[in-house]
């Protein structure tokens, strides 16, 4: 069977879902959370953004499954909003794939999306990559200051990861470091040695960025970043990635 057409598929007959991951403070409230994308295929059942992402970035298809996934979400946000929604959760984050934040009319067809579902107390972020940020570096500084003017904000997706350039760390609208979870994954224990943890969250702290641990998987490690000054997390130790309405059934239990 063809990805590629069955992608296509996907979007005009509504096959794709939006999935919600908690992001939790250091009180233990969930604060935000990440989109993370699933495609419900009728036959092949759920189908990973790892097999279609790159797929629908080299079709092109990206631009509109993004486009799809920003408009649901503010949606969705919206009518929790007027349904009523805990006043402690206050972002969302949305994946950007680099070769949609690139295209030429990425912004214009952006904008009416956000215009058309302004949403009161809560940040819209795009997540992006170290690497949009380095290989483009002059585009992707236009399109940021526009969108940051627009009320967007971003965090660094996988920071740690991409090439080094730190650079665009004070010259670009970035508000949030997401730390991989690569740097979370071998903490063991609270008398471990994370030194790279530990560059990352006091290089943010003098810069005045916000960090999110990913890949949160235990107590120890969640106690770990707390002791360091680390206030966000998200990872398996508080939920997987959770379908939308069973997201939000959890964040009014919650309150
Ligand atoms: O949980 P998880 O399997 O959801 O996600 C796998 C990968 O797919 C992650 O790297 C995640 O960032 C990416 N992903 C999920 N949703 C989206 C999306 O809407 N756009 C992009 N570009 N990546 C996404
Ligand atoms: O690339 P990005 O960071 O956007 O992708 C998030 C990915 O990480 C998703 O596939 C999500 O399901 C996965 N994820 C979220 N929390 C955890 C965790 O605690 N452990 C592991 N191994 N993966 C996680
Ligand atoms: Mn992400
Ligand atoms: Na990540």
């Known amino acids: ?53 790159s797929v629908a970035e080299e079709s092109g298809q990206i631009s509109a499954i993004e486009e799809w996934v920003l408009e ?8 929790w909003q007027e349904a009523g929604l805990p006043k402690t959760f206050r972002h ?3 994946n950007i794939s680099p070769s949609h934040f690139m295209q030429a009319d990425f912004i214009s067809r952006i904008e009416p999306i956000l215009k058309k579902y302004p949403l009161d107390n809560i940040d819209v ?11 483009n570096f002059a585009q992707a500084t236009k399109s ?16 740690g990861t991409g090439y080094s350039s730190l650079r665009y760390l004070n ?22 040695e994370a030194p790279i943890v530990d560059v990352i969250l006091l290089m943010a702290k003098k810069l005045g960025l916000e960090v999110i641990a990913e890949g949160v998987e235990t107590e120890v490690q969640r106690q770990f970043l707390a002791e360091r000054g680390c206030r966000l997390y998200q990872g398996y130790y508080f939920s997987k990635p959770l379908h939308h309405g069973e997201f939000y059934a959890m964040i009014c239990r919650q309150q």
């Open 92 to 94: 969302i984050s949305i």
């Open 72 to 79: 649901e979400t503010l949606k969705k946000v919206k009518s």
């Open 1 to 53: 069977w063809q990805l590629e057409e069955g992608l296509h598929k996907a979007i005009s007959q509504q096959e794709l879902e939006l999935w919600l991951q908690p992001q939790v403070t250091v009180q233990g409230v969930i604060s935000g959370a990440e989109v993370l994308l699933r495609w419900q295929h009728p036959d092949k059942g759920m189908i990973s953004p790892l097999d279609f992402i």
């Open 171 to 192: 010259q670009l609208p970035i508000n949030v470091l997401k730390i991989d979870r690569y740097f979370i994954a071998p903490i063991n224990t609270l008398e471990d």
């Open 144 to 159: 940021m200051k526009v969108l940051q003017e627009q009320g967007i904000s971003f965090s660094i997706d996988d920071f």
């Open 125 to 135: 972020e795009f997540e992006i990559t170290e690497n949009l940020l380095i290989d």
